[in-house]
């Protein structure tokens, strides 16, 4: 494969080649009695491939929707592809649901975006609840929320045939950003992954529903990558240039930029260098065990060694940016000068008059259930506890977790910011902190604290953080896992009881010791729920968000280790729960 600008120059070249005209006509489209119909005046379905609906009697253009069947692999009419309904046409949407027996629909767009509506709420927000139009009827009867997508089970009543009503699963990708495209290849795969664990493609008899708002930018990227995905199972060779000009024959402008199509390439480019990183509970202990084998074609290295090079050669794939911990005004607040946020993820505090005021050496990380679940930050220095206590406060962060001691090896990793006895508080800034409670659990702390507005303490609801320390982390080093593992469990106990699910995750850079615990923890939540891992991917995630971390092998196979104990520890395999 082409390597770095000579690759991006071929794809630019590659993608203004391909045809954006054709012979295919769109006469229906363009009738006056359809026009309202569609969204965009230069996005319509070609005569020839477009979703005919049944004719309601006396309804002129009663048999048009803005939709277009787009084959396969190796199947015909494997996909819908379809602009988002607008009010004017979400009854036919329901209508095409209910004629071609659809049972899953992929929406790629948030309903609004920069502040123009992008496509129609056509379900409720709440369980149980329902919206009625003049013939369908659409009850919210579940909801599964993941970091960048959640999975909604609705059930579509036909008024007018009262014995009638179909079940459809709704797969809901929220993390495709306004423009471009997302900064995490990887995070769409998992979703396609997700839809086709569900929905096999080998197995569907129905088309599969894909839409964004026009139903050709990002409807186009999701169908040419789950194609490619298919014929990679099947075929030694691929080709994006062909699949995506047998989209357009299909349907106009499907794959409508240039970076969508590069970032097709940059998907199945991973897909191809990582290989299949998921492991089962049941083999989670086998493949942990075999991450120290020499394995052929690899040059004497490790299969933990190999995993960790294919890390570091993706990692040259995302540069970030590091003006603002760079900032003359911000360097002081830096316990390391190479230890800086990604501006794009960077945790921003609320301007109080000062003119550092916004900046504190910490990063949002996505969770397996929640982007930005975690704050991964450093130990706080004397001039940033105040920072440090602002930022659990705007952002209502319920526990801490501490994987450092005040001081390690004669220097300090974080400066004390609790209160010294049970009973005492201190004032930061604007805040007061209250220390309600301490107590041991062998090498965990744990601290129990009220914090409270300094200028407004009798109205506003006081935050109550969980802090637990581990101090059995030796700095540049590894604990046992057992602990680990008891942090974990003391962890899943606090936010239970929290109101507040967003965690701070600290140590003395807040990069290799807080990174190795997020990692872990994301993906105990996923095996619990899925009975799956991937290491591998969530190291690659939050490594976006917070360069530099699991900054080693040991630190790698320690991920599995911990993991595989839990397993062994707890029977999870046999006990997980079914996601759907």
Same mark, same amino acid.
């Given at each position: 494969?082409?390597?770095?600008?000579?690759?991006?120059?071929?794809?630019?070249?590659?993608?203004?080649?391909?045809?954006?005209?054709?012979?295919?006509?769109?006469?229906?489209?363009?009738?006056?009695?359809?026009?309202?119909?569609?969204?965009?005046?230069?996005?319509?379905?070609?005569?020839?491939?477009?979703?005919?609906?049944?004719?309601?009697?006396?309804?002129?253009?009663?048999?048009?929707?803005?939709?277009?069947?787009?084959?396969?692999?190796?199947?015909?009419?494997?996909?819908?592809?379809?602009?988002?309904?607008?009010?004017?046409?979400?009854?036919?949407? !329901?209508?095409?649901?209910?004629?071609?027996?659809?049972?899953?629909?992929?929406?790629?767009?948030?309903?609004?975006?920069?502040?123009?509506?992008?496509?129609?709420?056509?379900?409720?927000?709440?369980?149980?609840?329902?919206?009625?139009?003049?013939?369908?009827?659409?009850?919210?009867?579940?909801?599964?929320?993941?970091?960048?997508?959640?999975?909604?089970?609705?059930?579509?009543?036909?008024?007018?045939?009262?014995?009638? #009503?179909?079940?459809?699963?709704?797969?809901?990708?929220?993390?495709?950003?306004?423009?471009?495209?997302?900064?995490?290849?990887?995070?769409?795969?998992?979703?396609?992954?997700?839809?086709?664990?569900?929905?096999?493609?080998?197995?569907?008899?129905?088309?599969?529903?894909?839409?964004?708002?026009?139903?050709?930018?990002?409807?186009?990227?999701?169908?040419?990558?789950?194609?490619?995905?298919?014929?990679?199972?099947?075929?030694?060779?691929?080709?994006?240039?062909?699949?995506?000009?047998?989209?357009?024959?299909?349907?106009?402008?499907?794959?409508?930029?240039?970076?969508?199509?590069?970032?097709?390439?940059?998907?199945?480019?991973?897909?191809?260098?990582?290989?299949?990183?998921?492991?089962?509970?049941?083999?989670?202990?086998?493949?942990?065990?075999?991450?120290?084998?020499?394995?052929?074609?690899?040059?004497?290295?490790?299969?933990?060694?190999?995993?960790?090079?294919?890390?570091?050669?993706?990692?040259?794939?995302?540069?970030?940016?590091?003006?603002?911990?760079?900032?003359?005004?911000?360097?002081?607040?830096?316990?390391?000068?190479?230890?800086?946020?990604?501006?794009?993820?960077?945790?921003?505090?609320?301007?109080?008059?000062?003119?550092?005021?916004?900046?504190?050496?910490?990063?949002?990380?996505?969770?397996?259930?929640?982007?930005?679940?975690?704050?991964?930050?450093?130990?706080?220095?004397?001039?940033?506890?105040?920072?440090?206590?602002?930022?659990?406060?705007?952002?209502?962060?319920?526990?801490?977790?501490?994987?450092?001691?005040?001081?390690?090896?004669?220097?300090?990793? #974080?400066?004390?910011? !609790?209160?010294?006895?049970?009973?005492?508080?201190?004032?930061?800034?604007?805040?007061?902190?209250?220390?309600?409670?301490?107590?041991?659990?062998?090498?965990?702390?744990?601290?129990?604290?009220?914090?409270?507005?300094?200028?407004?303490?009798?109205?506003?609801?006081?935050?109550?953080?969980?802090?637990?320390?581990?101090?059995? !982390?030796?700095?540049?080093?590894?604990?046992?896992?057992?602990?680990?593992?008891?942090?974990?469990?003391?962890?899943?106990?606090?936010?239970?009881?929290? #109101?507040?699910?967003?965690?701070?995750?600290?140590?003395?850079?807040?990069?290799?010791?807080?990174?190795?615990?997020?990692?872990?923890?994301?993906?105990?939540?996923?095996?619990?729920?899925?009975?799956?891992?991937?290491?591998?991917?969530?190291?690659?995630?939050?490594?976006?968000?917070?360069?530099?971390?699991?900054?080693?092998?040991?630190?790698?196979?320690?991920?599995?280790?911990?993991?595989?104990?839990?397993?062994?520890?707890?029977?999870?395999?046999?006990?997980?729960?079914?996601?759907?």
């Amino acid at each position: 494969m082409r390597k770095g600008t000579n690759k991006k120059t071929h794809l630019a070249n590659e993608y203004e080649e391909l045809p954006d005209q054709f012979q295919s006509e769109s006469k229906v489209a363009c009738l006056p009695h359809n026009i309202p119909k569609n969204k965009f005046k230069n996005i319509y379905p070609f005569d020839e491939s477009r979703v005919c609906l049944t004719n309601i009697p006396g309804k002129h253009g009663s048999d048009y929707i803005n939709a277009s069947f787009i084959d396969g692999y190796r199947k015909k009419k494997q996909y819908i592809a379809a602009q988002g309904p607008l009010k004017e046409t979400v009854e036919d949407f !329901w209508r095409m649901v209910c004629q071609y027996k659809v049972e899953a629909v992929v929406m790629l767009t948030r309903c609004v975006e920069m502040g123009k509506q992008k496509c129609l709420q056509y379900w409720p927000d709440r369980i149980n609840d329902s919206i009625s139009g003049d013939s369908f009827t659409t009850t919210l009867t579940s909801v599964l929320t993941f970091a960048d997508y959640q999975i909604r089970k609705l059930e579509i009543k036909n008024e007018l045939k009262y014995d009638k #009503s179909v079940t459809v699963t709704q797969f809901h990708y929220t993390a495709w950003p306004d423009h471009g495209v997302p900064d995490n290849v990887m995070s769409v795969i998992r979703f396609i992954r997700h839809v086709r664990k569900l929905f096999p493609a080998a197995s569907q008899d129905q088309p599969l529903l894909v839409h964004c708002s026009a139903g050709v930018g990002r409807t186009g990227t999701f169908i040419t990558l789950d194609m490619m995905m298919q014929q990679m199972k099947a075929e030694a060779t691929l080709s994006v240039c062909q699949c995506v000009r047998n989209l357009r024959t299909q349907r106009m402008k499907m794959v409508q930029t240039q970076a969508q199509y590069e970032f097709i390439h940059q998907a199945l480019s991973e897909l191809v260098v990582c290989g299949e990183t998921e492991v089962t509970a049941s083999s989670l202990r086998s493949f942990t065990e075999s991450l120290s084998s020499i394995e052929g074609g690899t040059g004497g290295i490790s299969k933990a060694q190999k995993h960790f090079q294919n890390l570091m050669e993706l990692d040259s794939q995302h540069k970030g940016t590091f003006k603002g911990g760079s900032e003359v005004k911000n360097v002081r607040k830096n316990r390391y000068a190479n230890t800086l946020p990604n501006d794009l993820y960077r945790v921003n505090l609320r301007f109080n008059q000062e003119p550092d005021s916004t900046y504190i050496n910490a990063s949002f990380v996505d969770g397996y259930r929640q982007n930005g679940a975690y704050i991964a930050t450093q130990g706080p220095l004397e001039g940033t506890v105040e920072d440090f206590w602002r930022m659990m406060w705007e952002y209502k962060c319920g526990c801490i977790v501490m994987l450092c001691q005040l001081e390690e090896d004669g220097q300090e990793s #974080s400066y004390p910011y !609790w209160p010294g006895e049970e009973g005492e508080e201190m004032v930061c800034g604007r805040l007061s902190v209250r220390l309600v409670e301490v107590r041991g659990h062998g090498d965990i702390v744990e601290r129990r604290m009220e914090v409270k507005s300094v200028e407004d303490a009798t109205s506003q609801t006081p935050l109550i953080v969980n802090a637990l320390q581990l101090i059995s !982390w030796p700095k540049g080093g590894l604990p046992h896992s057992k602990s680990i593992i008891t942090l974990l469990q003391m962890l899943t106990g606090a936010l239970m009881k929290s #109101s507040n699910k967003k965690s701070v995750v600290m140590c003395s850079d807040g990069v290799v010791r807080s990174g190795t615990f997020l990692v872990i923890h994301s993906q105990l939540e996923r095996l619990k729920t899925e009975g799956v891992v991937d290491v591998f991917q969530a190291i690659k995630s939050a490594r976006i968000h917070r360069p530099g971390v699991i900054p080693n092998t040991d630190h790698y196979v320690f991920c599995y280790e911990v993991l595989s104990r839990y397993v062994d520890d707890m029977d999870i395999y046999a006990n997980f729960k079914a996601l759907v």
